[in-house]
Protein backbone atom coordinates (compact mmCIF):
# COMPACT_ATOMS: atom_id res chain seq x y z
CA UNK A 1 0.00 0.00 0.00
CA UNK A 2 1.03 3.49 -1.17
CA UNK A 3 1.38 6.37 1.44
CA UNK A 4 -1.71 7.90 -1.04
CA UNK A 5 -3.61 5.15 1.06
CA UNK A 6 -2.58 6.33 4.22
CA UNK A 7 -5.62 8.35 5.05
CA UNK A 8 -7.73 5.38 4.11
CA UNK A 9 -6.30 3.02 6.01
CA UNK A 10 -6.13 5.41 9.09
CA UNK A 11 -9.79 5.95 8.46
CA UNK A 12 -10.97 2.06 8.94
CA UNK A 13 -9.44 1.97 12.41
CA UNK A 14 -12.07 1.66 15.12
CA UNK A 15 -14.04 4.86 15.44
CA UNK A 16 -14.49 5.16 19.17
CA UNK A 17 -13.98 7.66 21.21
CA UNK A 18 -13.09 5.28 24.57
CA UNK A 19 -9.62 6.53 25.93
CA UNK A 20 -8.27 3.26 25.01
CA UNK A 21 -8.97 3.74 21.04
CA UNK A 22 -7.55 7.25 21.68
CA UNK A 23 -4.29 5.71 23.47
CA UNK A 24 -4.22 3.47 20.84
CA UNK A 25 -4.45 5.30 17.79
CA UNK A 26 -1.71 7.84 19.74
CA UNK A 27 1.11 5.10 19.94
CA UNK A 28 0.74 4.11 16.58
CA UNK A 29 0.81 7.49 15.23
CA UNK A 30 4.11 7.86 16.62
CA UNK A 31 5.62 3.92 15.87
CA UNK A 32 4.38 4.36 12.06
CA UNK A 33 5.67 8.46 11.53
CA UNK A 34 9.26 7.43 13.25
CA UNK A 35 9.75 3.89 11.36
CA UNK A 36 9.15 5.77 8.01
CA UNK A 37 11.56 9.10 9.17
CA UNK A 38 14.36 6.14 10.13
CA UNK A 39 13.72 4.20 6.75
CA UNK A 40 14.36 7.61 5.23
CA UNK A 41 17.30 8.87 7.34
CA UNK A 42 18.75 4.99 7.31
CA UNK A 43 21.80 5.86 5.14
CA UNK A 44 23.07 8.72 7.74
CA UNK A 45 22.28 6.67 11.03
CA UNK A 46 24.40 3.82 8.73
CA UNK A 47 27.23 5.97 8.42
CA UNK A 48 27.06 7.40 12.11
CA UNK A 49 27.34 3.79 13.43
CA UNK A 50 29.68 3.05 10.87
CA UNK A 51 32.23 6.17 12.04
CA UNK A 52 31.85 5.21 15.86
CA UNK A 53 32.85 1.74 15.42
CA UNK A 54 35.70 1.77 12.73
CA UNK A 55 39.04 2.57 14.69
CA UNK A 56 41.40 6.09 12.53
CA UNK A 57 43.87 2.81 11.82
CA UNK A 58 40.99 1.41 9.62
CA UNK A 59 39.90 4.72 8.02
CA UNK A 60 41.73 5.72 4.87
CA UNK A 61 39.48 8.52 4.70
CA UNK A 62 40.58 11.74 7.13
CA UNK A 63 36.98 13.17 7.30
CA UNK A 64 33.56 12.09 7.58
CA UNK A 65 32.31 13.26 4.11
CA UNK A 66 34.94 11.00 2.40
CA UNK A 67 34.64 8.21 4.92
CA UNK A 68 30.80 8.18 3.87
CA UNK A 69 31.56 8.77 0.23
CA UNK A 70 33.98 5.51 0.28
CA UNK A 71 30.68 3.33 1.90
CA UNK A 72 28.57 4.52 -0.93
CA UNK A 73 30.73 3.65 -3.37
CA UNK A 74 31.88 0.35 -2.10
CA UNK A 75 28.84 -0.78 -0.50
CA UNK A 76 25.64 0.90 -0.62
CA UNK A 77 23.92 2.60 2.67
CA UNK A 78 20.51 0.64 2.64
CA UNK A 79 21.97 -2.22 4.75
CA UNK A 80 19.61 -2.62 8.33
CA UNK A 81 16.91 -0.47 6.28
CA UNK A 82 14.49 -2.81 7.92
CA UNK A 83 15.47 -3.33 11.11
CA UNK A 84 15.76 0.38 11.74
CA UNK A 85 12.86 0.68 10.80
CA UNK A 86 10.96 -1.43 13.71
CA UNK A 87 14.02 0.01 16.38
CA UNK A 88 13.00 3.50 16.10
CA UNK A 89 9.08 2.83 15.57
CA UNK A 90 8.91 0.74 19.02
CA UNK A 91 10.92 3.11 20.70
CA UNK A 92 8.89 5.95 19.55
CA UNK A 93 6.16 4.53 21.13
CA UNK A 94 7.71 5.11 24.35
CA UNK A 95 9.77 8.82 23.12
CA UNK A 96 7.01 9.97 21.90
CA UNK A 97 3.95 8.20 22.09
CA UNK A 98 3.73 8.01 25.77
CA UNK A 99 5.14 11.39 26.17
CA UNK A 100 2.23 13.31 26.61
CA UNK A 101 0.44 10.99 28.86
CA UNK A 102 3.72 10.73 31.27
CA UNK A 103 4.16 14.60 31.45
CA UNK A 104 0.22 15.41 32.16
CA UNK A 105 0.39 12.76 34.89
CA UNK A 106 3.95 14.21 35.73
CA UNK A 107 2.34 17.45 35.84
CA UNK A 108 -0.65 16.58 37.74
CA UNK A 109 0.79 14.40 40.19
CA UNK A 110 2.97 18.05 41.50
CA UNK A 111 -0.22 20.07 41.60
CA UNK A 112 0.96 22.15 38.64
CA UNK A 113 -0.87 23.12 35.58
CA UNK A 114 -0.81 20.56 32.27
CA UNK A 115 -1.66 23.27 30.16
CA UNK A 116 1.67 25.37 31.27
CA UNK A 117 4.45 21.99 31.99
CA UNK A 118 7.58 23.86 32.98
CA UNK A 119 11.19 22.77 31.07
CA UNK A 120 11.53 20.42 33.84
CA UNK A 121 8.61 18.98 33.35
CA UNK A 122 9.38 17.79 30.02
CA UNK A 123 13.26 17.06 30.80
CA UNK A 124 11.50 14.45 33.30
CA UNK A 125 8.94 13.37 31.68
CA UNK A 126 10.68 12.77 28.29
CA UNK A 127 13.63 10.96 30.35
CA UNK A 128 10.94 8.47 31.67
CA UNK A 129 9.22 8.26 28.45
CA UNK A 130 12.18 7.64 26.07
CA UNK A 131 13.68 5.06 28.81
CA UNK A 132 10.60 3.10 28.62
CA UNK A 133 10.51 2.72 24.41
CA UNK A 134 14.12 2.41 24.66
CA UNK A 135 13.86 -0.67 26.92
CA UNK A 136 10.94 -2.77 25.19
CA UNK A 137 12.72 -1.86 21.95
CA UNK A 138 16.17 -3.13 23.49
CA UNK A 139 16.47 -6.83 21.37
CA UNK A 140 15.80 -5.04 18.46
CA UNK A 141 18.34 -2.52 18.46
CA UNK A 142 20.98 -4.48 19.69
CA UNK A 143 20.66 -6.51 16.28
CA UNK A 144 20.45 -2.79 14.29
CA UNK A 145 23.56 -1.94 15.50
CA UNK A 146 25.70 -5.30 14.87
CA UNK A 147 24.06 -5.74 11.20
CA UNK A 148 24.92 -1.65 10.80
CA UNK A 149 28.58 -1.73 12.57
CA UNK A 150 29.20 -5.00 10.15
CA UNK A 151 28.00 -3.68 7.24
CA UNK A 152 30.30 -4.35 4.65
CA UNK A 153 31.19 -6.79 1.51
CA UNK A 154 30.84 -10.48 1.97
CA UNK A 155 33.18 -12.71 0.05
CA UNK A 156 30.86 -15.22 -1.43
CA UNK A 157 33.62 -17.94 -0.96
CA UNK A 158 34.86 -17.61 2.63
CA UNK A 159 32.02 -15.94 3.66
CA UNK A 160 33.69 -13.54 5.41
CA UNK A 161 33.49 -9.81 5.31
CA UNK A 162 35.97 -8.24 2.68
CA UNK A 163 35.17 -4.28 4.11
CA UNK A 164 34.12 -2.30 7.23
CA UNK A 165 35.49 -2.40 10.82
CA UNK A 166 35.21 -6.46 11.07
CA UNK A 167 36.88 -7.11 7.88
CA UNK A 168 38.47 -10.82 7.78
CA UNK A 169 35.36 -12.12 10.49
CA UNK A 170 32.11 -13.49 9.50
CA UNK A 171 28.63 -11.63 10.06
CA UNK A 172 27.31 -12.14 13.56
CA UNK A 173 23.99 -12.15 11.70
CA UNK A 174 24.29 -13.38 8.52
CA UNK A 175 20.48 -14.08 8.05
CA UNK A 176 18.82 -11.19 9.18
CA UNK A 177 17.50 -9.39 12.34
CA UNK A 178 14.79 -11.97 13.43
CA UNK A 179 17.02 -15.09 12.88
CA UNK A 180 19.96 -13.10 14.84
CA UNK A 181 17.29 -12.36 17.86
CA UNK A 182 16.37 -16.05 17.42
CA UNK A 183 19.83 -16.82 17.56
CA UNK A 184 20.33 -14.82 20.81
CA UNK A 185 17.54 -16.39 22.21
CA UNK A 186 18.32 -19.72 21.94
CA UNK A 187 21.70 -19.22 23.55
CA UNK A 188 21.06 -17.15 26.67
CA UNK A 189 17.34 -17.45 26.54
CA UNK A 190 14.65 -14.27 26.39
CA UNK A 191 17.16 -12.75 29.06
CA UNK A 192 19.63 -12.13 26.33
CA UNK A 193 17.75 -9.74 24.44
CA UNK A 194 17.95 -7.56 26.46
CA UNK A 195 21.72 -8.02 27.48
CA UNK A 196 23.21 -3.98 27.19
CA UNK A 197 19.71 -2.49 27.93
CA UNK A 198 21.61 -0.29 30.53
CA UNK A 199 23.45 1.69 28.46
CA UNK A 200 20.53 1.87 25.74
CA UNK A 201 18.05 3.30 28.18
CA UNK A 202 20.02 5.60 29.26
CA UNK A 203 20.83 6.68 25.93
CA UNK A 204 17.24 6.66 25.02
CA UNK A 205 16.02 8.44 28.10
CA UNK A 206 18.78 11.26 27.63
CA UNK A 207 17.54 11.44 23.73
CA UNK A 208 14.34 12.06 24.10
CA UNK A 209 14.37 13.74 27.06
CA UNK A 210 16.73 16.66 25.06
CA UNK A 211 14.55 16.12 22.17
CA UNK A 212 11.62 17.13 24.54
CA UNK A 213 12.67 19.67 25.76
CA UNK A 214 13.52 20.77 22.08
CA UNK A 215 10.41 19.85 20.37
CA UNK A 216 8.23 20.31 23.33
CA UNK A 217 9.90 23.27 24.79
CA UNK A 218 10.31 25.48 21.19
CA UNK A 219 6.47 24.97 20.66
CA UNK A 220 5.84 26.24 24.45
CA UNK A 221 8.38 29.26 23.96
CA UNK A 222 6.93 30.59 20.92
CA UNK A 223 3.45 30.05 20.92
CA UNK A 224 1.79 33.09 20.22
CA UNK A 225 5.32 34.36 18.49
CA UNK A 226 5.64 32.28 15.08
CA UNK A 227 1.97 31.29 13.18
CA UNK A 228 -0.28 28.32 14.66
CA UNK A 229 -3.33 26.35 13.83
CA UNK A 230 -6.69 26.45 15.31
CA UNK A 231 -6.54 26.71 19.22
CA UNK A 232 -9.57 24.89 20.89
CA UNK A 233 -10.99 25.28 24.68
CA UNK A 234 -8.57 23.02 25.63
CA UNK A 235 -4.81 25.22 25.93
CA UNK A 236 -3.10 21.95 24.98
CA UNK A 237 -5.27 20.56 22.31
CA UNK A 238 -3.80 23.21 19.54
CA UNK A 239 -2.57 22.21 16.14
CA UNK A 240 1.15 24.17 15.45
CA UNK A 241 1.87 25.08 12.19
CA UNK A 242 4.36 23.38 10.08
CA UNK A 243 6.46 26.34 10.24
CA UNK A 244 6.43 25.77 14.17
CA UNK A 245 7.03 21.78 13.77
CA UNK A 246 10.22 21.96 11.70
CA UNK A 247 11.99 24.75 13.70
CA UNK A 248 11.12 22.75 16.80
CA UNK A 249 12.16 19.43 15.07
CA UNK A 250 15.43 21.07 14.62
CA UNK A 251 16.00 22.45 18.54
CA UNK A 252 14.41 18.81 19.79
CA UNK A 253 17.66 17.53 17.56
CA UNK A 254 20.17 19.92 18.77
CA UNK A 255 18.75 19.01 22.49
CA UNK A 256 19.45 15.31 21.83
CA UNK A 257 22.74 15.74 20.21
CA UNK A 258 24.10 17.11 23.39
CA UNK A 259 22.31 15.74 25.97
CA UNK A 260 22.42 11.57 24.22
CA UNK A 261 25.65 11.96 22.22
CA UNK A 262 28.20 9.90 25.20
CA UNK A 263 25.29 7.11 26.29
CA UNK A 264 25.33 6.75 22.03
CA UNK A 265 28.57 6.31 21.67
CA UNK A 266 28.67 3.75 24.63
CA UNK A 267 26.28 1.92 23.56
CA UNK A 268 27.31 1.61 19.85
CA UNK A 269 31.19 0.21 21.13
CA UNK A 270 29.44 -1.88 23.64
CA UNK A 271 26.85 -3.05 20.86
CA UNK A 272 28.60 -3.86 18.07
CA UNK A 273 31.69 -5.66 19.95
CA UNK A 274 29.54 -7.94 22.21
CA UNK A 275 32.32 -9.43 24.74
CA UNK A 276 35.39 -7.00 24.50
CA UNK A 277 33.79 -5.09 27.51
CA UNK A 278 32.95 -6.69 30.55
CA UNK A 279 30.67 -4.37 31.16
CA UNK A 280 28.90 -1.08 29.98
CA UNK A 281 31.24 0.96 32.68
CA UNK A 282 34.00 -0.48 31.30
CA UNK A 283 33.56 0.40 28.17
CA UNK A 284 32.94 4.08 29.03
CA UNK A 285 36.03 3.68 31.29
CA UNK A 286 38.02 2.59 28.20
CA UNK A 287 36.64 5.76 26.09
CA UNK A 288 37.32 8.15 28.91
CA UNK A 289 40.92 6.90 29.41
CA UNK A 290 41.85 6.30 25.57
CA UNK A 291 40.27 9.24 24.25
CA UNK A 292 39.23 11.95 26.57
CA UNK A 293 35.98 13.55 27.02
CA UNK A 294 35.36 15.45 23.96
CA UNK A 295 33.09 18.24 23.30
CA UNK A 296 29.79 18.40 20.73
CA UNK A 297 30.58 19.56 16.98
CA UNK A 298 34.10 21.12 18.07
CA UNK A 299 36.00 18.18 19.72
CA UNK A 300 34.61 14.88 18.51
CA UNK A 301 36.35 12.54 20.18
CA UNK A 302 36.08 10.00 22.78
CA UNK A 303 32.00 10.82 24.63
CA UNK A 304 31.59 12.94 21.78
CA UNK A 305 32.36 11.37 18.66
CA UNK A 306 30.54 10.88 15.85
CA UNK A 307 28.22 13.96 17.42
CA UNK A 308 27.46 15.59 14.28
CA UNK A 309 27.09 12.78 12.55
CA UNK A 310 24.65 12.34 15.24
CA UNK A 311 23.12 15.76 15.02
CA UNK A 312 22.91 15.34 11.07
CA UNK A 313 20.96 12.24 11.44
CA UNK A 314 18.46 13.37 13.83
CA UNK A 315 17.39 16.43 12.51
CA UNK A 316 16.61 15.29 9.39
CA UNK A 317 14.66 12.32 10.86
CA UNK A 318 12.71 14.38 13.57
CA UNK A 319 12.22 17.13 11.06
CA UNK A 320 9.84 14.63 9.24
CA UNK A 321 9.49 12.29 11.57
CA UNK A 322 7.62 14.62 14.47
CA UNK A 323 5.30 16.58 11.58
CA UNK A 324 4.41 13.46 10.64
CA UNK A 325 3.44 12.01 13.63
CA UNK A 326 1.19 15.28 14.54
CA UNK A 327 -0.43 14.65 11.17
CA UNK A 328 -0.73 11.76 12.05
CA UNK A 329 -2.93 12.23 15.13
CA UNK A 330 -5.28 15.13 13.70
CA UNK A 331 -5.87 12.43 11.51
CA UNK A 332 -6.90 9.97 14.06
CA UNK A 333 -8.88 12.83 15.88
CA UNK A 334 -6.04 13.09 18.40
CA UNK A 335 -4.76 16.93 19.68
CA UNK A 336 -1.08 17.54 19.39
Not at 35 to 41: K, L, Q
Not at 89 to 107: C, E, H, K, N, Q
Not at 187 to 208: C, E, H, N, Q, Y
Not at 307 to 314: E, I, M
Request: aromatic share 8%; net charge neutral.
Amino acid sequence: MGLDGLPHALSCLPDDDEPSFLFARGLFASFLSAGIGAAVTNPLELVKVRWQVTPESMRTATNMSGFASEIVAKEGVMRGISVNFMAIGVSAIGRVGLYPTVRDVFVGARGGDVAKPTPGDMFISGLLAGAIGYFIATPVFAQKTIIQAEAGLVDPKSGLLTTGAKAGSAPTSPNGWIAGMAAVAKKDGIGGWFKGSGPLVVRGATLSAGNQLGYDGFKTATSGVLPEGTRAADLRSHTSSLMQQILASIMGALGSTVCATPADVVTTRYLAEPGKFASPIACATTIMSQEGLGFPFLKEAGFYRGSTALFVKLAPLYMLSLPLNEGLRSMLGLSS
